[in-house]
Every structure is written in C-alpha cells, then in structure tokens.
C-alpha cells in the first residue's frame, strides 16, 4: 500500500538550514506529484508547493519562494524539502503529500523547532 | 489569495445526528473543492474528493455537495469516532489554500 514516511523531529537553531525527507513505497514515484504543506496550531495548514518527480518540475506558493526547496531522488523515492534561513515563523509540522491540487496520501509529519 | 470561510468553527454534537458543515470561498473555485479529517496528533485523511467524489475506505455516511463558492459536508449519523477538526480545500487557484477548520465536539 501507499507509504510515505518523513523523517524525524529538527531542533535547530535561529538562521540555519534544515533538509526534510519523505520517504515513498506503493505506487509510481516516477510520475507523481509530491506536495509540501506547513501545520501551525491555531490550527491552519498552508500549502507550500509542488514538485513533479518525471522532471524536477516545481511551483511554488509565492510566500515559500526563497524559503523551501524541493527536490526529488527517483532512485530512492524520496522527497526533500529544505528550509533555508530558520526563524520562529518557520517552527511548524511540514508534511509532505501525494498529489498535485488535493492531497490523497500524507506522510506522519515532521516537526521543526526553532531555537538557539 | 483564495479565501475559504468555514463555519461553524465549533460543533457540538450528539452521537446518530446529521450534520452539515459550510465552506464559504472568496471566489468561484469551480468543484476543486476537497475536504479532509484530522484527529489529534494525526495527519490530515482525505474524505471528499471535487466536492462531492466520494474516496474508496471512507464510510458512505460522509458526503460532499456544492460547486463555485459555496460547499457542504454532511455527516449522517456522527459517530464517536467522527470527532475531529474537518478542514476544506481549493485546487482550482494558486496558491491553494486551506480553510481554517471546523472542530467537532460532543454535547
């Protein structure tokens, strides 16, 4: 079945970088799109972008542009996202999901502190 | 942005209750609406697929109906294991944009 695993829980300190992974099994990683999306209690959940994994092909909600990059290794169904230049803004949950404009699959969430 | 209003923010319910949550957008989304369950501590479940597609594992008592701006998910008959925070979804402009939730509670 349809398995996306993320990595671990990040502390990291004000003004670093910090690289997410998702981890894909059960279906063509080759022809799908992954999504990043960002969870901060109140709660809300912001939509942070796409990549196509047939050609490293992205787009980008505006807000995350300069903040999160995402890559993709199709020889390991992976996903990444990096988070570049840390601030308190940024501790959330990222997951990552399968799809492209609705989201059918989620992985179990990563959550990012940020901290000196 | 696309702007989606959700209401109630709060429900209280009674268990076997019929029960339709609102999501309001700011502007014609078309059907790319979808809707999504979360439990605490859990990630997001999708329920309802372009408004009213239903989703293969998700029990029949959950529906979806609606198209442009303004969408219904209907529970018959809530369950215990129904209460959670149900968030709805636009895939029709970017960036896509999420609701702010409508959190089920007991009475």
């Known amino acids: 079945q349809v398995k996306l695993l993320q990595s671990g829980a990040e502390l990291v300190k004000p003004g670093a970088s910090v690289k997410l992974s998702c981890k894909t099994s059960g279906f063509t990683f080759s022809t799908s799109y992954m999504s990043w999306l960002k969870q901060v209690p109140g709660p809300s959940i912001e939509w942070i972008g796409w990549i196509y994994a047939g050609d490293g092909g992205t787009n980008y909600n505006q807000k995350f542009k300069g903040k999160a990059t995402l890559t993709v290794d199709k020889s390991s169904s992976t996903a990444y996202m990096d988070l570049s230049s840390l601030t308190s803004e940024d501790a959330a949950v990222y997951f990552c999901a399968r799809g492209k404009v609705g989201f059918a699959y989620w992985g179990q969430g990563t959550l990012v502190t940020v901290s000196s | 942005d696309v702007v989606l209003t959700q209401s109630p923010a709060t429900l209280s319910v009674t268990p076997g209750e019929r029960i339709s949550l609102s999501c309001r957008a700011s502007?014609?989304?078309?059907?790319?609406l979808h809707w999504y369950q979360q439990k605490p501590n859990e990630s997001p479940r999708l329920l309802i697929k372009y408004a009213s597609q239903s989703i293969s594992g998700i029990p029949s008592r959950f529906s979806g109906s609606g198209s442009g701006t303004d969408f219904t998910l209907s529970i018959n008959g809530v369950e215990l294991e129904d209460l959670s925070i149900y968030y709805c979804?636009?895939?029709?402009?970017?960036?896509?944009?999420f609701g702010s939730g409508t959190k089920l509670e007991i009475k």
């Open positions: 502007e014609s989304v078309d059907t790319y």
């Open positions: 979804q636009q895939g029709n402009s970017l960036p896509f944009t």
